[in-house]
């Protein structure tokens, strides 16, 4: 079985700092997709970065960027010069290629961004 | 593109009632999910449709819900004899088709959070 586990449920970084968020997961495959997913206060989810696992280099979107551990199973999310937006939970979330197509998430890390 | 709607923001029921709600994907995505998320938990999924079709349905989904999505637009979820477990965020989700271009990511709608009294 598919598990995604998020071991930080809350983590706090100063303005403009560094901050990287911790995620592993569990699966017997070999393709997938992983992906971070931030959903800020009263607000929908919205897609974060994405990693196909066939890929070796890390993705990286502007101020967002992961370290993917295939052997290890491990995703984590780097989040550099932090802002006041970036405040949010963060949920990683895993896909098979070969499944229906459902995701499995996380139980999310809240991030606080203090002034 | 306005993105994956839902309707209604908020429900507020009365243990016992039906409930419905409704999530407008976009509108060229031809797969819909549906999710439940509890306070402090990630989503859970519920079920998938590829069109009309429903293709996958979690255990999660007792039999007091259904989904449909009959035109294989809009879709419906209904929860039948509510129950104070039931309370919780339900998400739906829209993808593309596979091979098209954002076909392996969900896209997700604000979301109907209920709450059984």
New interface residues.
Partial sequence: AQTVTQSQPEMSVQEAETVTLSCTYDTSESDYYLFWYKQPPSRQMILVIRQEAYKQQNATENRFSVNFQKAAKSFSLKISDSQLGDAAMYFCAYRWLGTGNQFYFGTGTSLTVIP | DT??SQDPRHKITKRGQNVTFRCDPISEHN?L?WYRQTL??????LT?FQNEAQ??K?RLLSDRFSAERPKGSFSTLEIQRTEQGDSAMY?CAS?PEVGREGG????????TRLTVL
């Fill in positions: 993105g994956v797969r999910y402090g938990q990630g989503p859970e999924f998938y293709l996958e979690s998400l993808s392996d990511t969900q896209y997700f709608g604000p979301g």
